[in-house]
């Protein structure tokens, strides 16, 4: 698991959501710039103290919660 060693999620930093360890970059931003057209490289671009590794992390870490998320949206019986 990528993430766990490049997201990170403090309350004193951001409000407690989720950023790229050692950054205040939120990995909300990353997925929303990537659901907005950017490639990899566009986001690199932007935000020069990311690596390719990060953005896989926010990745990661987006599926994660998908699936978490699926899980709870059956219990509940919406689909």
């Keep these: 698991m990528k993430r766990q060693n490049r997201i990170t999620i403090d309350p004193e930093?951001?409000?407690g959501k989720p950023?790229?360890?050692g950054t205040r970059i939120p990995v909300y931003i990353v997925l929303n710039l990537l659901a907005g057209g950017f490639k990899i490289e566009d986001v690199l671009r932007e935000y020069p103290?990311?690596?390719?590794e990060d953005?896989?992390?926010?990745?990661?870490y987006a599926a994660?919660?998908?699936?978490?998320?699926?899980?709870?949206?059956e219990a509940e019986g919406v689909r």
């Design 13 to 15: 930093v951001m409000h």
């Design 49 to 52: 103290d990311l690596s390719k």
């Design 64 to 73: 994660e919660l998908a699936q978490e998320e699926v899980g709870v949206l």
């Design 55 to 60: 953005i896989s992390a926010c990745l990661e």
């Design 19 to 21: 950023v790229i360890k």
